[in-house]
């Protein structure tokens, strides 16, 4: 390419910004992963525990429910608590589901303190397509660390989140601490 061809915009005009490509993302934004009926048989969060703990990034597995990585993570160790039946409202969950799913959550924020020290916590569910979930169908909470200054304006103008860390590198990170933990 000549700088003429430059000139000409055919190839686009330096300028002073750096570029963080993320293409993975586009998979998401294209809705790759999300299920396609609100079914068990599409759900990811029905088929993760089918898979062994590495290939499904799951953290910890308890007797009703388990955490995983979420494939989209927020920031670096952001995990999901789901229960392993297919329920989407929080109301579903049984009595022994509920305090798993509140115990694990705890656990959660022990584990991701004692492995990377986040300053504060987002923590959460979405009920329903309307009010944010992704997968509607299949409850999950949102565990996500958050640290002074990690949210910037890429997020809101370039669509775009900066991830220091590996899914595979903060999932490991995660199970070795939660054997401590436990």
């Not at 799913?101 to 959460?124: D, K, M």
Request: glycine share 10%; hydrophobic share 35%.
């Amino acid at each position: 390419m000549t700088d003429a061809e430059d000139a000409d915009g055919l190839a686009g005009v330096p300028d002073a910004f750096q570029r963080l490509w993320t293409p993975h993302r586009m998979v998401y934004i294209g809705g790759e992963n999300k299920p396609t009926d609100p079914g068990e048989a599409s759900c990811p969060f029905c088929r993760a525990p089918g898979r062994d703990d590495a290939e499904g990034l799951i953290v910890h597995r308890g007797q009703t429910c388990y955490v995983v990585m979420n494939l989209y993570p927020y920031s670096p160790g952001h995990v999901l608590v789901c229960p392993y039946r297919h329920v989407s409202h929080y109301t579903d969950l049984t009595e022994q589901e509920t305090a798993e799913f509140a115990a694990l959550t705890q656990q959660a924020v022990r584990v991701l303190e004692a492995v990377s020290h986040p300053h504060g916590y987002n923590i959460g569910m979405n009920q329903g397509a309307v009010a944010g979930a992704g997968i509607a169908a299949h409850l999950h909470q949102h565990v996500v660390p958050r640290w002074r200054g990690d949210a910037n304006f890429m997020p809101v103008i370039g669509q775009t989140r900066a991830l220091p860390q590996l899914l595979e590198d903060a999932r490991a990170l995660l199970v070795e601490q939660w054997g401590r933990e436990s």
